[in-house]
């Protein structure tokens, strides 16, 4: 224990200092009078011999000191304050700025802006080019008439100084005589040296026309009438009708400036902004300059405390309002590499939804790697966006009609441009949005039918037993092959060992994990895939239009990597796709126009921050001819497989049949041209329960495929009327069917 001496010495001591603190001391007046009433009516404590004792009591009180004064009670000591960094610390710590634009670093982006920056202009040069003879020269020539006029009345003004006589008349209203004689004589010495080289002008230009007339030859005259006429209808151009017209219309887009940002900050409903604002504080702080970036507009913009980007992001409408302009055009996002507070804005010169269509970057491409990013799209700032495939699952989400499968469309595209990539495909709507790939396809099928969705079902099956085989198959490789225990491109193109890239898809999924039949299994087969068949190549494409736990088990949404969500109702059909709590953070689809916005959507999960995206557009005929291509491939490598070769089924999931056995079957040799709608009639009467709905337009890309192409056939309907439609010739069936044995035979 210490001793109560050494307590009373460490007491005083912080007594001092506190009487030396600028804060003064602190003591409760009350305690204080107390003490100093019990002082006074205490005796002195004797003796035995009767004398005082030298040393005093020590009080047992703790608020009191040695002598029964009381001490003060401290309420509120302040800490000395802690120094921030030193200067060099925040120059150390202080971000600096990119020397070159990033747009510069990346290849595609630079590609792009080089792309635009050449079209630009050579766009320019032809319209220029093809209105010079036809709209600029007959200008000038109709001008310069006009223009010789103006020109000689130019000239007679400045012989005479005419420019001054205006200053002359003024001085003579007001009857200045000295300042007027002073402005005479000034005008009398102007207009003799004026004349003088009037004079000698006109004699030099009627020497060189009579030489031009006589004397020169025609190349010589032509030029100088040339330029005679060029020179007279520039001069004579109005001024309300240029000669030239402008070869692109800029638009006219008001500079984004900060007293802007914070009006329409303030304006939004937010209200630590909006005081801080109307106060004069910090409501928001620019910390970098207003720039542009892209197609727009960026400013970076720190929040006050307690504000998050999701806040600014839940009233985007208001924002743009309070900007002035359309919703489409003003996109805050967050910074991935700054705190919650960190917001970037960027507005744009025209609308996301206005941008027209997106041509796919691949769409001319001749082949593509699997192993690397597909474009997907372009960002609100017209930068291009990819999505990886390799080691991912993907979920597109929407409500109809808003670009759901043109986005599917895209990534089978991206793939198929693999030959090393096996595809099996499954349209469950019926709509044949994917038959173009039909002919690359190792397995497909189009319908809404029960037998369209077994065979969806079956698909999962088969691939949850490719999943397994395809570990045993991996762990056997030798750890130099494959360190990672991951499908590689070196693995991919060895294809005696199987393990190519798989990619399926399932479009209008929620009409599979929905049935009553086959729903629950195909559940449980997908969600198998999803966790454990990423890196083993085999990817996913899922796509739905009613994002709900019947129609999307929670442990496929829950799982897939990348997620791509178009317009959607609600915050239930937001979370489903994005991932839980998207809404909460400001990721919401929700805020997409519908048809305004279709093709527009958040993409999550293909970079670090979820990002909108416009997806690319590819059309029915850019379509065929990508598939054209992928076939070419396919062939060339030998790759085809499947249901793109006439293969059966793999199992008896589904009813197995031959179509092209089929198509002969129902074609009897005396009818050596058939129309294909009296060929999809017959073979439902065959086989009902594998043809049934089927239509002429079926007929045609079941044997695309085959190499069998349609042609216009005349003929005669079932009312006696002649007319030519689509149909296929006999012969063509037969040699398809001897080619395909024959290979078959060969292998």
């Not at 401290?74 to 070159?100: E, H, M, W, Y």
């Not at 001024?239 to 006219?252: F, G, H, M, N, T």
């Not at 173009?436 to 037998?451: K, M, N, P, Q, Y």
Request: aromatic share 6%.
């Amino acid at each position: 224990m210490k001793h109560p001496d050494d307590e009373n010495e460490l007491f005083n001591r912080l007594e001092a200092e506190m009487n030396a603190d600028s804060h003064g001391d602190v003591v409760d007046l009350d305690k204080a009078r107390s003490a100093r009433a019990d002082s006074a009516d205490a005796k002195p404590d004797r003796s035995p011999d009767g004398g005082a004792n030298p040393t005093p009591p020590q009080s047992t009180d703790p608020d009191t000191d040695a002598s029964g004064n009381s001490r003060p009670t401290l309420v509120d000591l302040t800490a000395p304050a802690a120094s921030g960094p030193g200067l060099l610390d925040q120059i150390k710590n202080s971000k600096r700025l990119a020397i070159v634009p990033p747009w510069m670093k990346s290849m595609p982006e630079f590609r792009d802006a080089m792309r635009w920056f050449v079209g630009h202009f050579w766009h320019t040069a032809r319209y220029h080019a093809l209105r010079t003879l036809t709209t600029y020269v007959p200008k000038l020539v109709l001008r310069a008439p006009r223009g010789l006029l103006t020109t000689l009345s130019r000239v007679a003004r400045w012989s005479v100084d005419a420019e001054g006589d205006p200053l002359r008349q003024a001085e003579a209203r007001r009857e200045n005589s000295e300042l007027y004689l002073k402005l005479s004589r000034q005008r009398d010495r102007r207009v003799r040296l004026r004349m003088i080289v009037t004079l000698f002008g006109s004699l030099s230009a009627l020497l060189a026309g009579i030489y031009l007339v006589c004397g020169a030859g025609p190349m010589t005259q032509f030029i100088a009438a040339a330029v005679a006429i060029l020179g007279f209808g520039w001069a004579g151009a109005l001024a309300d009708a240029p000669l030239s017209s402008r070869a692109v219309i800029k638009p006219e887009v008001q500079k984004l400036t900060g007293d802007m940002v914070v009006k329409a900050m303030a304006s939004i409903g937010i209200g630590q902004i909006a005081s801080a604002v109307a106060k004069g504080g910090d409501g928001i702080k620019f910390v970098a300059p207003i720039t542009r970036d892209g197609l727009g507009w960026r400013a970076d913009i720190d929040l006050p405390l307690g504000v998050t980007v999701a806040d600014v992001a839940d009233r985007r409408s208001r924002l743009a309002s309070g900007l002035r302009r359309p919703l489409g055009c003003v996109w805050p996002d967050a910074d991935p590499n700054e705190h919650e507070g960190r917001l970037v804005l960027w507005v744009g010169d025209r609308d996301l939804s206005k941008m027209g269509d997106v041509k796919w970057a691949l769409a001319d491409a001749k082949r593509h790697d699997i192993f690397r990013r597909v474009p997907f799209g372009v960002d609100p700032r017209g930068r291009a966006q990819s999505v990886p495939m390799i080691q991912h699952n993907i979920l597109v989400g929407s409500l109809p009609g808003q670009g759901k499968t043109s986005a599917v469309r895209v990534l089978a595209c991206g793939a198929a441009m693999d030959p090393s990539v096996e595809l099996w495909l499954h349209e469950n709507k019926g709509t044949g949005d994917l038959d173009a790939l039909e002919c690359v396809s190792h397995r497909f099928v189009s319908g809404i039918h029960d037998e369209a969705v077994a065979y969806a079902a079956e698909s999962l099956a088969l691939l949850r037993k490719e999943v397994m085989r395809r570990a045993a198959a991996i762990k056997e490789l030798p750890r130099d092959l494959c360190p990672d225990k991951r499908i590689t491109r070196e693995i991919a193109d060895r294809r005696s060992l199987k393990l190519w890239p798989l990619m399926a898809v399932f479009d209008e999924c929620q009409n599979l994990f929905a049935h009553a039949k086959y729903g629950k299994q195909a559940g449980e087969d997908a969600e198998f895939i999803i966790k454990l068949g990423r890196a083993l190549g085999v990817m996913l494409v899922l796509a739905t239009q009613r994002p709900d736990k019947d129609s999307l088990p929670t442990g496929i949404s829950g799982n897939v990597s990348i997620r791509f969500c178009l317009k959607v109702a609600g915050q239930i059909e937001n979370d489903m796709i994005l991932g839980t709590s998207a809404y909460k953070n400001g990721v919401r689809a929700t805020a997409f126009r519908p048809e305004i916005d279709a093709g527009n959507g958040y993409l999550a999960g293909a970079g670090t921050m979820p990002s909108v995206v416009r997806t690319a557009y590819l059309n029915g005929p850019a379509t065929d001819a990508i598939a054209q291509r992928a076939l070419a491939l396919r062939k060339a490598v030998g790759t085809l497989s499947g249901h793109a070769l006439g293969e059966a089924s793999e199992t008896a999931a589904g009813p197995t049949y031959d179509l092209l056995a089929d198509v002969v079957a129902v074609l009897p040799a005396s009818e050596e041209r058939v129309w294909n709608e009296r060929i999809a009639a017959r073979l439902e009467e065959l086989r009902p329960e594998v043809y049934r709905g089927w239509k002429g337009e079926n007929v045609t890309s079941a044997l695309k495929p085959h190499g069998i192409k349609t042609q216009g056939i005349a003929g005669t309907t079932d009312d006696g009327a002649r007319t030519t439609r689509r149909g296929i010739v006999r012969a063509d069936v037969i040699q398809a069917i001897a080619e395909r044995d024959g290979k078959a035979g060969a292998a």
